[in-house]
């Protein structure tokens, strides 16, 4: 597993954690001064630190020779990222019986589903960068990029299919139709900016919420857990999910425009409205109505340097980071409100600190 | 159910076929003397009228309210096509206990996978024009044609799960797979126009021929057919697969080079070698390397016409086009073939009748 993070060696020289995952998490909890739930992130390695690598090492072996698309396939999935929806798997299952191999299915099918959605991604936002490295619709083309995309869904169905739990293929399905749907919601809003809280919270909930919230379902089943258990585990996805997705928006954003603004341009072409953005433009209505107009009749493929500057006075001005935070931590308590139907253990507290972490976390 | 092409409508005044596919297949082998044929195609309309009205009525009322995707999903759908996989499928359960609900949803999900390819191969290819209109993604933008074909394969993938028979998942996937890696195989040899018969027709039996296989075998095991039975109509389905792609390897570059040769030109771009080039490019070996050293060479977005020129002087040469045809011809009476495994039945003298006309096309 590869730490694709520099800067977090020397944060974390006070241990030497093996997983990533958590490793960054605590990090994150250490650098904000959390030094019981850094401690706690910390100690969690070792715990879970055989399952991930069982799904890693599952990860690593998928191949298909002598193919574009599987090369395209394995470039994304070979340059790490988080492994947070299969932690989650793993976690979830040892909030029951343990890890088996039912779980390991179930955690490369989700870590599988969220790269193919991000190769897709790449290929309709025409990204240039992903996890630091060139995508892969640049290093191999458009083409090979959507139909990798479409192997690692397949794949990723096998793996479920294979698992044999009563109802999980379906709810995959399910699972990833919500995602398809949410993910086109914005398309419906393109070139008008004038998306609201509803509609924001409806495209996270499925984007990124149903993601998380099958993956701890179906870790809760892998373990065995009861149905209210599992359905417990899920609603501890969905807050996760959303959680996970404002804080990312905040995080693109302040580290956009600080620099070029050139992924706020995209987001904002692509009708993605952002809810940060949305806290900006309450506070300067007229902002969004300017940016609307700018975008619709320029063909430059960036924000005047006036718009990015009235945005980050705008942010300044309507406490957007605070507030994006102060939603990431309600919503992280109420995740965390729901593991209360399951009986305590190591595993629950992992999750809790999960939670926590995922709300504070700086990158 | 739509006939887009209305140059039809003169050659099938002897009858009245309310089938569009037989209507088509029927007018083919009229207008190639083939009078029996014909008659026989044209008495098929009453036979699988309802069956193939059933799955049309499923297609259409397939929906997602106010999302884009799902107009670019259903823009397609509706624009028609020769719906010949579903047709197979109806054909393949009335070879045994008839058409039922499970070969309704087979037939839906082949002619879903179907569209969904067709809907990622316009954004690899960037193509314009489908079925004599604008293509999904001219119409909705490449992200919606993009995540419509997810949505597709989801339903499709979703119907086979709700038709319960056993194996019928997992060979759709690993038809789906198949696919996939057969779309993948032109880029591995993309600009090198070196492709020969083997490889060929390993791309021919993936992306066609692998789907034609599935839904003759699920129509089978719908109508209670046994594996033999089921089998030997997938196999079938593998010749008439071979057929189907070589005919319209050669309708397209006959089209093609009768005009500008964009087709030809994007083809060759993407590495697709078709079985007509192949022969062309046997009989004319200097031209494949001088396409190639052209086409990595120069920013035009078509070829030179002394190349065309070329092009359709070796084609007549080589005698291509009855060489497909005759190529054609061979792998129809090879599917014929296998229908022996079967018990005599006017659905199995329909699929003797779909293999012939499939062979002789002409559109």
Redesign the interface.
């Known amino acids: 597993m590869m730490n694709t993070l520099p800067d977090l060696s020397e944060q974390t020289a006070m241990d030497a954690p093996e997983d990533p995952t958590l490793d960054r998490l605590g990090s994150v909890a250490a650098n904000r001064g959390l030094g019981a739930l850094a401690q706690e992130l910390y100690s969690l390695s070792d715990f879970v630190q055989q399952d991930m690598s069982v799904v890693e090492d599952e990860l690593r072996q998928l191949d ?1 020779p ?4 599987g090369r395209a396939g394995r470039h994304l999935l070979r340059l790490g990222g988080k492994r947070l929806r299969p932690l989650c798997v793993a976690l979830a299952a040892r909030c029951g019986k343990g890890f088996n191999t039912a779980a390991m299915d179930f955690g490369v099918a989700v870590e599988l589903v969220h790269n193919a959605t991000l190769l ?1 991604d790449d ?2 936002d025409l990204a240039r960068e992903r996890r630091g490295q060139a995508t892969a619709r640049l290093e ?5 990029a ?2 990798a ?3 690692l ?3 990723a ?2 793996r479920v ?1 294979r698992a044999a739990l009563p109802g999980l ?2 709810r995959l ?1 399910d699972t ?2 919500e995602m ?2 949410a ?3 914005p ?2 809003h ?1 070139g008008r900016l004038d998306v609201d809280r509803s509609v924001y919270f409806r495209i996270a909930e499925g984007k990124t919420a149903a993601l998380f919230r099958y993956a701890l379902y179906s870790g809760g089943r892998a373990g065995q857990l009861t149905e209210p258990q599992c359905q417990a585990l899920a609603e501890y996805g969905a807050h996760l999910g959303v959680a996970f997705q404002v804080v990312d928006d905040l995080l693109d954003l302040a580290g956009d425009a600080a620099r070029t603004g050139k992924a706020l341009f995209t987001d904002l072409k ?1 009708g993605m409205v952002t809810y940060p953005l949305i806290l900006i433009f309450e506070q300067d209505p007229a902002l969004g109505r300017q940016i609307a107009d700018w975008l619709a009749g320029s063909d430059d493929l960036q924000l005047p340097d006036e718009v990015l500057h009235r945005v980050r006075v705008a942010a300044e001005a309507s406490g957007a980071e605070q507030r994006c935070r102060e939603l990431a931590v309600e919503r992280a308590h109420h995740a965390i409100g729901c593991l209360e139907a399951l009986p305590q253990s190591r595993a629950r507290s992992a999750l809790e600190a999960v939670a926590h972490a995922t709300a504070h976390r700086r990158r």
């Open positions: 298909r002598q193919a574009l698309v897709h290929v309709v191999y083309g458009n083409a090979a959507i139909f995309g479409d192997w869904l397949i794949e169905l096998r299919r293929l379906e399905l990833i139709d398809i749907l993910e086109s919601l398309l419906e393109r692509e």
